[in-house]
């Protein structure tokens, strides 16, 4: 759906887009006024009925009025994210309250239309209007603004790095340690460095937590966490024990991972760094996070004779430079039959840190208008961030197919974890086969080759999983209340710890704010979208490589260059949020279910691998 609330600055970009006070008599509250000026009502006064006419004619209203702001609003946001200063900050502080506030009223509108009987789609656009919000502010002027300069300045304090004491850290600096360095100090010192940041942001944090939650329920949701999880075309629970049902399914194959990691690990630091029994430390797994361990992959690679490919090192060797992997990725797209990217693209994106200003250089991509599409990373020459750049462009294409064929409130993905997964898709699809197509590698690997593709595949999307689901997981007890502020740290590491088995590597306490050293938090990002991409994307890679005639093994095959895949893909894309997700993905997969026996399948041969060495191991934490 639209999100018509949500000051969403990451990706997909999708601002607020209300401004209310002029408009609430002509649009958001239109119905409610038409009633007053009814001379028979005046005379006899009984509540108004309310129609389905009424209800077509308030979405129709919403609609106009929400795209009136959209693209202005989006600029707002835009320019901050580019250019962050305290000006920049108070004007998209402005623009998100307006937005906030008009969405606001055009939530708690749609409610005078929940018990009558409405055609499906103005049922749906209601609906999208009720649930758009991330954080709905209560209807209190003082509470919107309050909440808005929350958002702003915790977003910036991100981006900006800087501690109180003004004491200033570059996360790509720290990022590059975390991913090369071998010596244990350097990299924990790069760990524990980070996260002297986001102390400061506890309290506006827990603040924003009190404000968003008593929006959520005017809105009628018990807390924020709710309103999150009802956005799935199912009851809010039933999502969340979906969720846990595919983690369910996935766990052996990263408890395999993880044991073998730890294993590998406690050979190169040893035991006094990396105990056998326990959580890794978290400092050494080659990411700020520990989200993702591809950056490790020579200290636990099978020893084959024929080595993974070094992605990094090619893009070297072939002197890439940052646009040129931009260009390589749009190509893929267009080998599918996707029309290139508009050159406003190419003109308004941002593509390197720049060297005089503060940015926020955590990829995102964003849609401005139906013609105006852009990203905005600050891309380094490796690996990684050839697949993050494939990523956002998978946004981009997502959002340009339904932004041409949809309305409003239906431009948005099927659910937020089917944008998540587009660009993974298609980076699923970067083979050594293709690869060699491309000219980045001179010679495909024989067989011999594909577990240490695997491994360095599970590195980076195994290790994932249970990140993807702990972060909500923690945020939902936040907005509940089941974390209370006194333990909003020992929270997080309960889960970390619990689903990753993974710990901090050195003694946290709660005057430490670690959850907000991870940008989503502080970008208020709902997170659970990317593990549900994680398992989304092996279905659509299996499914398009089906229907582009692959017979060999799933990791093997690479959609490159075929239309039909590539039709299928589109014709998924264009139907944004108008169906159901389970509709969705019905119609690309034949499955109405999120079904993890594709990344299974996909991992298979090293799932045999691991569990090989790990044979007289014992694994767990
Ligand atoms: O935030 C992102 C994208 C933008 S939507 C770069 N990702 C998550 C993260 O970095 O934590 C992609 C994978 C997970
Ligand atoms: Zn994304």
Redesign the pocket.
């Known amino acids: 759906m639209k999100t018509p609330l949500k000051l969403e600055k990451?990706?997909?970009f999708k601002p607020n887009l209300i401004r209310l006070a002029t408009v609430m008599c002509l649009s958001a509250l239109s119905i409610a006024c038409q009633p007053s000026q009814d001379k028979k009502q005046a005379a006899e006064p009984k509540a108004p009925v309310i129609t389905a006419a009424d209800a077509r004619q308030y979405v129709a209203n919403a609609e106009k009025s929400l795209s009136e702001d959209y693209e202005i609003t989006g600029k707002a946001f835009w320019v901050q994210a580019n250019f962050i200063t305290d000006d920049t900050n108070a004007l998209a502080a402005k623009a998100g309250e307006e937005a906030t506030k008009k969405s606001v009223q055009l939530a708690i509108g749609a409610q005078k239309f929940d018990t009558i009987k409405l055609d499906f789609d103005t049922r749906r656009k209601l609906d999208a209007l009720k649930q758009g919000l991330v954080l709905p502010a209560p209807s209190d002027d003082a509470k919107t603004a309050e909440l808005s300069k929350i958002t702003a300045k915790l977003d910036a304090t991100y981006a900006k790095g800087c501690t109180e004491n003004g004491e200033c850290f570059t996360l790509g600096k720290l990022t590059d340690t975390l991913a090369n360095s071998d010596d244990e100090s350097a990299l924990l010192n790069a760990w524990v460095n980070w996260r002297k940041v986001s102390p400061q942001m506890k309290t506006s944090y827990q603040r924003m937590v009190e404000i968003a939650n008593e929006g959520s329920k005017e809105l009628g949701y018990t807390d924020t966490g709710a309103l999150w999880r009802s956005k799935y075309d199912m009851p809010a629970d039933a999502f969340a024990a979906d969720m846990d049902r595919v983690w369910g399914q996935v766990k052996p194959l990263y408890d395999s991972l993880q044991c073998h990691v730890r294993a590998k690990l406690n050979q190169k630091y040893g035991d006094d760094v990396v105990s056998l029994s326990e959580p890794i430390p978290a400092h050494l797994l080659g990411n700020m996070?520990a989200?993702?361990w591809e950056n490790i992959y020579d200290d636990v690679a099978p020893k084959t004779e024929t080595p993974a490919i070094d992605l990094t090192e090619r893009l070297k060797v072939k002197q890439y430079s940052e646009i040129e992997m931009v260009r390589t990725a749009e190509n893929f797209f267009k080998s599918l039959g996707f029309d290139p990217l508009p050159d406003s693209f190419w003109e308004k994106s941002l593509f390197t840190k720049p060297k005089d200003r503060d940015v926020q250089c955590?990829?995102?991509?964003w849609d401005l208008s139906t013609t105006d599409y852009r990203i905005k990373?600050c891309i380094k020459k490796t690996g990684e961030d050839f697949s993050?750049i494939h990523?956002?462009l998978g946004?981009n294409f997502y959002q340009r197919a339904y932004n041409l064929k949809q309305d409003f409130l239906y431009r948005s993905s099927a659910n937020d974890g089917f944008?998540?997964a587009i660009g993974?898709t298609i980076a699923l699809s970067i083979t050594p086969k293709y690869l060699k197509e491309i000219g980045l590698i001179d010679e495909e690997p024989d067989a011999s080759g594909d577990l240490p593709f695997l491994m360095k595949k599970a590195l980076e999307g195994v290790s994932?999983l249970p990140?993807?689901l702990m972060?909500d997981k923690w945020r939902w007890g936040v907005f509940s209340g089941e974390i209370p502020t006194d333990q909003y740290n020992k929270g997080w590491w309960d889960l970390r710890e619990k689903y990753q088995g993974v710990k901090a590597p050195v003694e946290r306490s709660e005057s430490d704010f670690d959850p907000g050293a991870?940008?989503?938090v502080p970008g208020n990002?709902p997170?659970s979208?990317?593990f549900l991409?994680r398992i989304l994307q092996f279905q659509f890679h299996r499914e398009l490589c089906k229907i582009s005639g692959n017979e060999g093994p799933l990791h093997r095959c690479s959609i490159y260059g075929n239309k039909e895949a590539g039709a299928k893909l589109n014709a998924m894309l264009e139907m944004g949020a108008s169906k159901p997700w389970q509709d969705a993905l019905e119609a690309m997969t034949g499955q109405r279910e999120m079904d993890a026996t594709a990344i299974i399948d996909y991992f298979a041969p090293l799932k045999t691998w691991l569990d090989e060495q790990n044979k007289e191991r014992q694994c767990g934490w």
Not at 362 to 365: I, K, L, P, Q, T
């Open positions: 990451t990706d997909p996070w989200q993702s955590h990829a995102s991509a990373m993050v990523h956002e946004h944008h998540e993974d994932f990140f993807g972060v991870k940008y989503h990002t997170y979208r990317y991409a």
